[in-house]
């Protein structure tokens, strides 16, 4: 007779595999920016541009510093801290991205939303009240 024992993820495991998800997210959303920013830079004549090289300069190293992340994941050790810091990160590239689409206007602060539901969902209430 043999008992069928099916362990239960470890927290870190169940962290991690949180992580891998959100990153993934990441680095989709910020492929987009970029591809809408090179779209835009090729579209529209240089007089007219408002999208201007601070705007590539700041989504590529989005780009990077996400793609890195999501690499680096399996070799954390702190998963929690690095977890926290993923949640700032967050909000830090929401902002950046908001001040340079014109400011507190932009419709682009509605994201934010987003960024707190990404907190929830990686660290639960905590993290999502930082976020907010």
């Known amino acids: 007779m043999s008992m069928n024992v099916t362990t239960l993820p470890s927290e870190d495991e169940t962290l991690r595999e949180r992580l891998r998800v959100l990153l993934f997210a990441r680095v989709l959303v910020v492929t987009v920016f ?70 507190v206007g932009s419709p682009m602060a509605v994201l934010y939303v987003l960024a707190i539901a990404n907190a929830a969902g990686l660290l639960l209430m905590r993290s999502a009240l930082l976020s907010a």
């Open 34 to 103: 970029l591809a809408g920013a090179g779209a835009y830079h090729l579209t529209v004549s240089q007089g007219d541009r408002v999208i201007g090289r601070e705007t590539f300069m700041a989504v590529i190293a989005a780009y990077a510093l996400s793609v890195a992340s999501a690499l680096g994941v399996r070799q954390v050790r702190w998963l929690r801290p690095f977890a926290y810091l993923q949640t700032v990160f967050d909000v830090l590239l929401l902002t950046g991205a908001i001040v340079l689409a014109r400011g």
